[in-house]
């Protein structure tokens, strides 16, 4: 199974923090600040966080803003994952996506079915890789988000993390772009 190999530095990870939603403010944005206490609490550095409305050319701008700053490695968002016609996040993402990481949504749902039982069919987290960096839509409640983190994120971005990572394969990601 999994382990930490304590021989391995810790290397914080520059993470972007995405909330979607037509009501939220900073100031009631609970699955955000989830996000960011688990992001800072890990050593990692929060890059950005901003709230953006349900729409998915905007998400998607943002996402591709995003994605050009080098100084972002990996961008969380949470809000409109769900089925009702305001939900556009995963549209939004999948706009974005170079390749898609499908087994992330699957293991989402596994961990998810554990919490909350079938309910989990509603959730379409989704994760994928654009112009060298990851990108997650999560659900917007805080559980969903704790459970992305706790169960997923936290061990896929500690690079000591075995037997493989998100990190470690980081300067491979845009491999592609530098090809002639």
């Not at 499908?102 to 919490?115: C, D, H, P, W, Y």
Request: proline letters at 4%.
């Amino acid at each position: 199974m999994s382990k930490i190999d304590e021989t391995k530095p810790f290397l914080p990870v520059r993470i972007a923090v995405l909330t979607v939603s037509d009501t939220r403010q900073t100031s009631d944005d609970k699955s955000g600040d989830t996000l960011v206490a688990r992001i800072t609490d890990a050593g990692h550095i929060l890059a950005a966080r901003t709230i953006i409305r349900d729409e998915r050319a905007e998400i998607a701008s943002q996402l591709r803003d995003w994605c050009a700053d080098p100084d972002i490695d990996l961008i969380l968002s949470t809000g409109g994952t769900g089925l009702t016609g305001r939900d556009v996040t995963v549209e939004a993402h999948r706009d974005v996506y170079e390749k898609e990481i499908e087994a992330f949504g699957t293991v989402f749902t596994i961990v998810s079915m554990q919490k909350i039982g079938t309910s989990a069919v509603q959730s379409r987290a989704t994760g994928g890789v654009a112009n060298g960096t990851y990108l997650f839509a999560l659900p917007g409640s805080p559980g969903a988000c704790r459970d992305a983190w706790d169960e997923i994120l936290q061990w896929q971005l500690d690079y000591r993390h075995r037997p493989c990572n998100f990190v470690e394969i980081m300067p491979r990601l845009d491999e592609h772009l530098r090809r002639k």
